[in-house]
């Protein structure tokens, strides 16, 4: 009985380590004057490309490449409410197809919520030789924008899923 009682507490705590190191590889950021959020466990932050204000991330197994799939983060300000999402909507629509046109990229575009609640605006942008995804969040007079840039369409699916993991943490700041 004593050892049964052993072998289950011995299994109890390697468990218990295992579930409690798997939550540490996720990382927690902080952009001051937005808000919080947490980058997948295969994500890590790269220094060389980053800036407090707008941290750059790349698959950890892409960590040296020299044309990296990548997300970078950043908040803006703009002149609507959050009430007014479709007048957002309608501004960052007309921006994007001024640079649609420009790299003579296909353009589409949806709007959804945030496992948080929060409207979001999803712009994908496609050329011949990447694709760009790009989220904003939208707040009250300013947003948060996700994008993800794929140069190896191989690795889309991991890319979109990392980039929307950051999407619906991001909770905004009080």
């Known amino acids: 009985m004593k050892k049964i009682l052993l072998l289950l507490g011995v299994l109890l705590l390697v468990t218990g380590c295992s579930l409690s190191s798997k939550k540490e590889e996720n990382k927690t950021f902080s952009i001051e004057g937005y808000g919080t959020f947490t980058i997948s466990e295969n994500y890590m932050i790269r220094e060389d490309h980053s800036t407090k204000e707008k941290p750059f991330f790349v698959d950890k197994k892409d960590e040296h490449a020299s044309r990296p799939n990548n997300i970078s983060t950043n908040g803006g300000k703009n002149y609507y409410a959050k009430g007014e999402v479709l007048r957002f909507k309608d501004a960052i629509t007309y921006q994007m197809t001024n640079q649609a046109k420009a790299y ?59 980039a929307e993991y950051i999407v619906n943490s991001f909770t905004w700041e009080e």
């Open 104 to 162: 003579k990229a296909q353009l589409n575009g949806s709007g959804s919520k945030t496992d948080q609640g929060y409207d979001v605006l999803t712009f994908i942008m496609t050329t011949s030789t990447e694709k760009t995804v790009q989220y904003y969040i939208v707040g009250d007079y300013k947003y948060f924008l996700v994008h993800a840039t794929i140069f190896d369409s191989k690795e889309e699916d991991s890319v979109i899923e990392a």
